[in-house]
């Protein structure tokens, strides 16, 4: 797991960083009837809650009908009188007690985190704090002690009385899930700030409460917000089948399946780049009869096409930078190498052409680095040789500068290959310093902006294993770089493994993050940072 995490402040929202919670909330108590010892209600299956009063709250779980709920702090109570919720629902309303306790708390971060460890240690089995009275009891014995009794007849009678003016107001302004406000006694601004720092893991139990919620995750101003305040997690996508794509999170260790690609059987046999750029993640390729792309979208989970460049291209270099990316060379449906650049704007989805590079080439590689943008190597000329070269474009100035002997070459061992049979140079940018995969000598190499030379730093995992550079990824993962390759057997069986190095810490030491069984090598892999 990452040592650095970019969920921003965990302690606060124990959601995000616990994979199992066995505590219940208050925020379900008032559905049942503890002093009985059994359910008021029941839901019904999957269904919308038929019952009038309690199903109304748990399905919007936000506004006036909580308010009260929201207030207090984590009790114990027994699984079995938890109401029947999905586990994203569920998991939404833990998200947003969350969310209110911060704003209420006006603490420290540590302080928090304190409270937290000493309520999952069972130092304190209740801690509930009124808007009538700031008085605790720690309660050791049994969560049915008269305390706990009276504390939960205080909480039903709250709860009803909140519900009689939340269908008062419902009465005269319809619907609460339609109001602005998206937490209980917070104003817009504080609540996006509050769910801003969850997870993005999180996200799809949110969306699951109600339409509110589901509109601000989908409609892109949660993750607007997070870039803004410079709050990032780095998701890992690639594709090892045709059509098919996964991604895996480094922070909570899973992996996801995307939903499948709809495509013609040309797009599935043509070479294909990749490339992830604010909540998107695009893939080139060429279909019948012209280069098609594919856009699939974060926020709503689904795969789109249509969107075309200026000038559409395969074999291209590019990188992304927050919202933008800039794509450069390849060729034309001629075969043609082209020295055109584009800049593509995930916010607004539009492609602007950017002057041309001194060179033309394909099978190039980009990074971003010091704001700039830099297309690395790749081949070029009428006889299509090995360009050792870079070209370095100023975003301010709008003007290309070549940088020689940027590419990092080959070892003595590939030189005779056909420029064609190697891929493209294997690169990627961490704090603004740029390194590089030798598959051949299997090494790590650093480049020296001062001087423009490479040297080597260090080893490749040793079971990185690819076909002259293909089928092995090499990428920047936040403050890491990651290598996604594995081993082969005869019989086409085989692993993909995950590693990753951190080099500020010192030299290669690369740690594994996860492995899973696969028959084939990495076809396209991006790394999309939001």
């Given at each position: 797991m990452f040592d650095g995490r970019s969920c921003v402040v965990p302690g606060l929202f124990s959601s995000s960083c616990q994979a199992e919670n066995k505590w219940s909330f208050m925020t379900f108590l008032p559905e049942l009837d503890i002093r009985n010892g059994k359910r008021h209600r029941d839901f019904d299956g999957d269904n919308e809650p038929q019952p009038r009063k309690v199903n109304k709250r748990v399905d919007s779980c936000h506004q006036g009908e909580t308010r009260n709920l929201f207030q207090q702090h984590m009790c114990h109570a027994d699984d079995s009188v938890v109401p029947k919720m999905d586990q994203d629902q569920r998991k939404g309303c833990e998200l947003l007690r969350n969310c209110q306790r911060v704003e209420k708390a006006e603490t420290s971060s540590v302080q928090l985190l304190d409270e937290w460890e000493q309520l999952k240690a069972g130092d304190s089995l209740v801690s509930c704090d009124l808007q009538t009275s700031k008085q605790q009891q720690d309660h050791s014995g049994d969560s049915s002690d008269s305390g706990v009794q009276q504390f939960v007849e205080q909480q039903v009678e709250l709860a009803e009385n909140s519900l009689e003016e939340s269908e008062q107001q419902e009465h005269h302004a319809g619907d609460s899930s339609d109001s602005g406000s998206l937490l209980p006694r917070m104003n817009r601004d504080s609540s996006i700030a509050c769910l801003g720092r969850c997870s993005r893991s999180d996200y799809s139990s949110l969306a699951s409460l109600n339409r509110s919620f589901r509109n601000i995750i989908r409609s892109g101003e949660?993750?607007?917000?997070?870039?803004?305040?410079?709050?990032?997690?780095?998701?890992?996508?690639?594709?090892?089948?045709?059509?098919?794509?996964?991604?895996?999170?480094?922070?909570?260790?899973?992996?996801?399946?995307?939903?499948?690609?709809?495509?013609?059987?040309?797009?599935?046999?043509?070479?294909?780049?990749?490339?992830?750029?604010?909540?998107?993640?695009?893939?080139?390729?060429?279909?019948?009869?012209?280069?098609?792309?594919?856009?699939?979208?974060?926020?709503?989970?689904?795969?789109?096409?249509?969107?075309?460049?200026?000038?559409?291209?395969?074999?291209?270099?590019?990188?992304?930078?927050?919202?933008?990316?800039?794509?450069?060379?390849?060729?034309?449906?001629?075969?043609?190498?082209?020295?055109?650049?584009?800049?593509?704007n995930s916010e607004n989805q539009t492609w602007e052409l950017l002057p041309s590079m001194n060179k033309p080439r394909k099978m190039c590689s980009g990074v971003f680095m010091d704001g700039k943008f830099y297309v690395i190597g790749g081949i070029g000329g009428s006889d299509s040789k090995l360009l050792t070269c870079g070209e370095e474009y100023n975003l301010q100035t709008r003007t290309w500068t070549e940088i020689p002997n940027m590419s990092p070459g080959r070892s003595t061992r590939g030189s005779e290959m056909p420029a064609t049979a190697e891929a493209p140079p294997l690169v990627a940018v961490v704090n603004n310093e740029l390194y590089a995969a030798d598959y051949v000598d299997m090494e790590v190499k650093k480049y020296d902006k001062d001087r423009k030379l490479w040297f080597t730093i260090g080893r490749l995992p040793e079971r990185a294993v690819s076909m002259n550079g293909w089928g092995?990824?090499?990428?920047?993962?936040?403050?890491?770089?990651?290598?996604?390759?594995?081993?082969?057997?005869?019989?086409?069986e085989g692993f993909i493994e995950l590693n990753s190095w951190v080099p500020s810490e010192g030299p290669p030491q690369w740690n594994l993050l996860a492995r899973k069984r696969s028959g084939h090598f990495v076809y396209n892999c991006a790394v999309m940072g939001c």
């Open positions: 949660l993750y607007r917000w997070r870039r803004l305040n410079g709050i990032v997690e780095h998701w890992i996508y690639f594709s090892c089948t045709l059509l098919e794509w996964e991604a895996y999170d480094p922070i909570r260790e899973q992996w996801m399946h995307l939903p499948r690609m709809a495509s013609n059987e040309c797009f599935m046999c043509s070479d294909k780049e990749s490339l992830a750029v604010g909540t998107e993640l695009l893939v080139f390729g060429r279909g019948l009869s012209s280069h098609v792309i594919y856009r699939y979208s974060l926020l709503t989970n689904s795969w789109t096409s249509g969107m075309r460049m200026n000038a559409p291209r395969c074999l291209f270099g590019s990188a992304s930078l927050g919202e933008i990316a800039i794509l450069a060379g390849g060729c034309d449906s001629d075969g043609y190498i082209l020295d055109s650049a584009e800049l593509y092995l990824a090499f990428r920047a993962c936040g403050n890491r770089l990651i290598v996604i390759g594995g081993p082969r057997t005869h019989g086409g």
